[in-house]
């Protein structure tokens, strides 16, 4: 997560506080590790995927906080993930480009404009949400995000991008289903909207929080997820 921290402000007693200034954004990494590195967040899809729940757990844990990590519930989220998540399984076809070549220069690029209607809120397809570049560098459009194979810089993730809160939150979004993208059409046009065309982010997120017959509030069920 990125973001200016101010600690300043942190000079009491009481609980530890800090100031963040300016925007809140966040930010993802390579493909794989940097040599000698261990793997971890979105890397733990592609590198070392043999002992990837071991790699899970180290990458989470501190000193004796491996005891309270249950070893059979991280593999039980994985094969959801694998099974059902079109961003995970879009990492995983990075892996499997790697298997067949380690030699390989691969990028990933995670598509910006969607092709589909975005007011029915269909589960993306993999062909939507991101694309294999194997060799010579492609043209990029605006809103995409391109990862690189190897590289210690990290880069921020536009939040226009219809796969940011998919990425940032994945067991909120457990089909890698879209987020928030800027040309939503609205249904209605009136004095309310301003004479504006799309959904704004806030009135995408009242959609998402509200409760609907026939429908399982994931994300108001998630309790401590959804804070």
């Known amino acids: 997560m990125g973001g200016k921290v101010d600690i300043s402000v942190n000079k009491t007693k009481g609980l530890r506080t800090f100031r963040l200034s300016g925007q809140n954004y966040y930010q993802i990494g390579s493909l794989l590790p940097p040599e000698g590195s261990s793997p971890k967040f979105a890397q733990l899809y592609i590198y070392d995927t043999e002992n990837e729940v071991e790699n899970r757990i180290h990458a989470i844990s501190r000193g004796e906080m491996n005891n309270e990590l249950h070893a059979e519930i991280m593999n039980d989220l994985k094969q959801m993930l694998d099974d059902n998540n079109v961003l995970a399984k879009s ?18 690029r995670l598509i910006g404009k969607r092709g589909s209607e975005g007011r029915r809120y269909n589960l993306p397809t993999v062909s939507e949400v991101a694309a294999l570049i194997v060799g010579d560098f492609e043209q990029i459009r605006s809103g995409d995000i ?7 810089q990290l880069q921020r993730i536009n939040e226009l991008n219809a796969a940011y809160l ?8 457990s089909y890698g289903e879209d987020g928030y993208r800027e040309d939503i059409p609205l249904n209605d046009i009136d004095d309310l909207t301003d004479g504006r065309k799309c959904v704004s982010t806030r009135e995408y997120l ?7 017959k026939d429908e399982v509030p994931t994300i108001m069920s998630a309790r401590r997820l959804f804070h």
């Not at 990492?91 to 990933?108: A, C, G, P």
């Not at 391109?146 to 590289?151: G, Y």
């Open 166 to 173: 998919g990425l940032k939150y994945p067991l909120l979004f």
């Open 206 to 212: 009242s959609y998402k929080i509200q409760e609907r």
């Open 146 to 152: 391109i990862v690189e194979s190897q590289s210690r």
């Open 91 to 108: 990492f995983r076809m990075v892996r499997d480009q790697f298997q067949v070549d380690r030699t390989s220069n691969v990028r990933l």
